[in-house]
């Protein structure tokens, strides 16, 4: 079955980039699409088809996807970014989400 | 605006089988531009995906919970259903009723419900 793969934490200091990657094989053949979890809340997509913004989320969150990986990059990271994020794909009629990474900015 | 309203018994009994229902409002749900879906997150671990399905009954399920699985749709009260059979301990999570996009074929969920928390014990 097929996996995706994201670090499990990632830590930031406010103002400064974030990168979150997820691999899988072959994952820039398919659209990847990130999800944003806070605490005791739904997840809320981020991003779609690699790197479009739903509308009312920020600037600062843009996305890329090729080779094996994606990135979620969030750019000037703010203290309101700390949160689990996750990714997304599609295999073979199989929805597949990656572990999720809890991003820490401090 | 889009809502999407779980309900359902937050507490079923090993083997028993758990019902919930999700009420859309602020848009049609018979439209075939979208999906209605499930997702699930056990306590304080990832989301896993259940499946999904359309205002005609085309339906994907997680191969893994296949056996077990059920959504159906009924467009006339703007509502979807899941069942689950045979749950044991391991169905504990809180399960999230979703909107699935196609724009390009492949899915993503750009609507959520809050999510309700389901307990299997007995």
């Known amino acids: 079955s097929y996996e995706l793969t994201q670090p499990p934490s990632v830590s930031v200091s406010p103002g400064q980039t974030a990168s979150i990657i997820c691999s899988g094989d072959k994952l820039g053949d398919k659209y990847v699409s990130w999800y944003q979890q806070k605490p005791g809340q739904s997840p809320v997509m981020v991003i779609y ?4 913004r739903p509308s009312g989320i920020p600037e600062r969150f843009s996305g890329s996807n090729s080779g094996n990986t994606a990135t979620l990059t969030i750019s000037g990271t703010q203290a309101m970014d700390e949160a689990d994020y996750y ?17 820490t900015v401090l | 605006q889009l809502q999407l309203q779980e309900s359902g018994p937050g507490l079923v009994k090993p083997s028993g089988t758990l019902s919930l229902t999700c009420f859309v409002s602020g ?9 209605w879906g499930w997702i699930r997150q056990p306590p304080q671990k990832g989301l896993e995906w259940i499946g999904h399905i359309n205002h005609s009954g085309t339906t994907y399920y997680n ?6 699985v059920t959504i159906s749709i009924d467009t006339s009260k703007s509502q979807f259903s899941l069942n689950l059979g045979s749950v044991t301990a391991a169905d504990t999570a809180v399960y999230f009723c979703v909107r699935v996009t196609l724009d390009r074929g492949d899915p993503a969920f750009d609507s959520w419900g ?9």
């Open chain 1, 49 to 52: 088809e690699d790197s479009k």
């Open chain 2, 63 to 68: 191969l893994s919970l296949k056996s077990r």
């Open chain 1, 87 to 103: 990714c997304q794909a599609w295999d073979i009629t199989t929805v597949v989400f990656g572990g999720g990474t809890k991003l």
């Open chain 2, 114 to 122: 809050q999510g309700t928390l389901v307990r299997v014990s007995s």
């Open chain 2, 27 to 35: 848009a049609s749900i018979d439209t075939g531009h979208y999906y």
